[in-house]
């Protein structure tokens, strides 16, 4: 199951409840050859909540907001200090899979790509 799929980037998209914005942004890039993506929350009542295992897996953590990223430092201090973190900035204000929220995750996940 730890398998690394071919020179695909393993993704890690994280926000609190992993109900709207990571697992769209899951959705979004699940068939992209570029990427082996999962998503996880910070919260202790989140869907599925990340773990060090996750950390460990990906080759980027995606949050959607600064707050995430300061939970996971917090949480897995050694297990975040080797990991490459992007915080996307994306409020928690849209709905699963709606399009306004496909086009922030598209522009802000592209853009930060180059410097991955």
Known sequence: MDHREDNKQ????V????QQ?????????RNDPRFE???????ALSGREVTAGDLQWADLVVVMEQRHAQKIRDAFPSAASGVKLVVLGIPDVYEYMEQALQREIRS???AALPSC
């Open 10 to 13: 393993r993704v890690l998209f």
């Open 15 to 18: 926000c609190t409840a992993n």
């Open 21 to 29: 914005r990571s697992p769209t942004a899951e959705e979004m890039y």
């Open 37 to 43: 993506v999962r998503s996880a929350g910070t919260d």
């Open 108 to 110: 802000r996940f592209e």
